[in-house]
C-alpha cells in the first residue's frame, strides 16, 4: 500500500488566481516517483486559519499519512505555515525541519530564514516546506528517505526505530 499524502499550497496570489501554483505539482511529481500517492492538492491564501481547519480536517479524518505544506515560511508577514502548524500539531518533530536547513544551508545560505516546522497530529506527518519549487523539492529531497520509516512507526506498521540503515 502507497503511503497517503496531501500537498497544500499557502499562497495568497496563487489562491487568488494571480498566480500559477508550481510548487504543488513539482512535490507530486516528486514524492509520487519515490512511490507515495497523492490523494489531494488544497491551494489556500496565507490565511492561518484556512490552513489549520484544513489541517485539523486531513488528519483528524485520517485523510492521510503525510501533509506537505509549500510556502508561508518565510519572514513576511503573511507568512504564517510554521504558527498555523505549531497550533495544530500535538508533537513536535524538530529533526526533519532541522535536516531540511542543514541541507539547504550548503545551497543558499538563505536557508537560515526558513522558519519551516515537522508534527504530528493523531497519525499524520505533517512537514512545512518552502514555497518555490526548486526549494521545496531540494528540501524533500533532504528528507525523503526516512519518511517511510517516520510513517511506519507513526502508524503503527513497525514498532521499532532499530534496524538496518
Known amino acids: 500500500m502507497a503511503y497517503r499524502v496531501n500537498i497544500i499550497t499557502l499562497s495568497d496570489n496563487g489562491a487568488q488566481g494571480l498566480r500559477e501554483d508550481t510548487s504543488a505539482p513539482a512535490l507530486k511529481e516528486a514524492i509520487t516517483k519515490a512511490g507515495f500517492e497523492v490523494t489531494d492538492m488544497l491551494l489556500l491564501s496565507d490565511d492561518p486559519e484556512g490552513l489549520k481547519e484544513a489541517l485539523i480536517d486531513i488528519c483528524d479524518n485520517n485523510k492521510a499519512d503525510l501533509v506537505l505544506t509549500t510556502g508561508g515560511t518565510g519572514l513576511s ?88 540503515e
Open 77 to 164: 508577514v503573511r507568512d504564517n505555515t510554521p504558527e498555523a502548524t505549531l497550533a495544530v500539531i500535538e508533537r513536535n518533530v524538530p529533526g526533519i525541519a532541522e535536516a531540511i536547513r542543514i541541507k539547504s544551508l550548503s545551497i543558499t545560505p538563505r536557508a537560515m530564514l526558513s522558519r519551516g516546522v515537522c508534527g504530528i497530529r493523531k497519525t499524520t506527518l505533517i512537514v512545512n516546506l518552502p514555497g518555490s519549487p526548486k526549494g521545496a523539492i531540494e528540501s524533500l529531497d533532504a528528507v525523503l528517505p526516512a519518511l517511510p520509516h517516520a510513517i511506519d512507526i507513526l502508524t503503527g506498521s513497525v514498532s521499532e526505530c532499530a534496524g538496518k
